[in-house]
């Protein structure tokens, strides 16, 4: 099993935001993601930087670590215009990017670019979005020129020489629990991104918890038969800090949910970097040896 992070893009680069994603990369992280929002909930109010910009200045600075989004949406994005960018942020890194990619939510994201009068789309709406999507940015990230005419999004010769460092493209990691979100990342995903079942993170149990992802991996094993995807399917992410556990309470704590989650058959944790006063505080010291000792103790 991998640990990874996530290092919400709040600090000014110079005044401990590049810190960070050094320190990432010495405690032995896999990857180092961010959140790909316009803001986000608590943090609606307070500084929030651009999520391809700081993963291309963290690319300058870091040399092994990977990179990546926890989660691009269509919110805010048009497939064209984020395939460009995930083309240079690739060449920059030199073939270290994932994009991590949902259907999005609603918040700040959902409105921000809508007229007053102009309402936000329904999970409905998000989802026929998304399904068209992921399909035409894998077209956009893998092929020298792309011409096409959808429903909500159009490519009108957009060209993308060189292409990406990795090939085909850079890796997907979808996030998904729905039936369409999982069949998209059965077709597309070199990976899948649950965070869990958020109708439990307030009143449920971490065994409730657990049951709830076995099921939703038991989906994701039917979306892949159901698309004709051979083999293991996509590797399998959980997203930390939505279900009722608390992994960074202490090593001990994180040892069992990782144990309990690693018979899911998951291939990587994220782990929020703890942020004081906030929903990822935590202590540094139990997240350092977490990351240093944590895949050691697991066996891995």
Known sequence: MRLSTVILPFRRWHDGGADQWRRAEELGFHTAYTYDHLSWRSFRDGPWFGAIPTLTAAAGITRKL??????????????????????????????????????G??????TALRRPEEEAWTPRERADRFGE??????????????????TFYSAGGAQNVPGCVQRPRIP??????????????????????????????ETGTPQQSWEAIRAQTEKLAKACADVGREGDGPERILLTGFTPDRPLESFEAFVDF??????LGFDELVLHAPIPDSPFAADQRVFERIATEGVAALGG
């Open 172 to 201: 997907f990691a979808v996030a998904a629990t729905g039936p369409r979100g999982l069949r998209l990342a059965a077709r597309h995903g070199q990976a899948w991104v649950t965070t869990g079942d958020p109708k439990l993170f």
């Open 105 to 110: 939510g609603t918040g700040f994201d959902a």
């Open 66 to 103: 990977r990179l990546g989004t926890l989660v691009t949406s269509p919110n805010f994005r048009h497939p064209v215009t984020l395939a460009k960018e995930l083309i240079t942020l690739d060449d920059v890194s030199g073939g270290r990017v994932t994009l991590g990619i949902g259907a």
């Open 133 to 150: 999507f992921v399909p035409l940015l894998d077209r956009l990230l893998s092929q020298d020129t792309v011409t096409y005419e959808g």
């Open 258 to 263: 990782a144990g309990r989650h690693a018979e």
